[in-house]
Nanobody
Framework: QVQLVESGGGLVQTGGSLRLSCAASGTIFSINGMGWYRQAPGKQRELVATIMSKGSTNYAVSVKGRFTISRDDTKNTVYLQMSSLKPEDTAVYYC???????????????WGKGTLVTVSS
């Protein structure tokens, strides 16, 4: 069993910063990709940022230059540092990881339950 737990969401004013964390626990051999997605009210879930095992990153155009994704494999944790926040960043943020529980096993997708980020204008 694998669980992902996000933390760090909350209410912040426009221009402020927040740091989200997501820690995985359970039977874990390796984690390939890690990522953050978000879903605003009435909208579909969208990719925010991803980071692969060797460190390559990918960002949505809307957050590039403002958000930074990072990972700590010793803690099975992914972070999202968010700066210069805008009201349109308001959403529930979900973390996602591709986790292999044992050697030579293929990875499976796991999701956290989400953490709410609200940016006030």
């Amino acid at each position: 069993q694998v669980q992902l737990v996000e933390s760090g969401g909350g209410l912040v004013q426009t221009g402020g910063s927040l740091r989200l964390s997501c820690a995985a626990s359970g039977t874990i051999f390796s984690i390939n990709g890690m990522g953050w997605y978000r879903q605003a009210p009435g909208k579909q879930r969208e990719l925010v940022a991803t980071i692969m095992s060797k460190g390559s990153t990918n960002y949505a155009v809307s957050v590039k230059g403002r958000f930074t994704i990072s990972r700590d494999d010793t803690k099975n944790t992914v972070y999202l540092q968010m700066s210069s926040l805008k009201p349109e960043d308001t959403a529930v943020y979900y973390c996602n990881m591709d986790i292999a529980p044992y050697p030579v096993h293929a990875g499976s997708d796991y999701w956290g339950k989400g953490t709410l980020v609200t940016v006030s204008s």
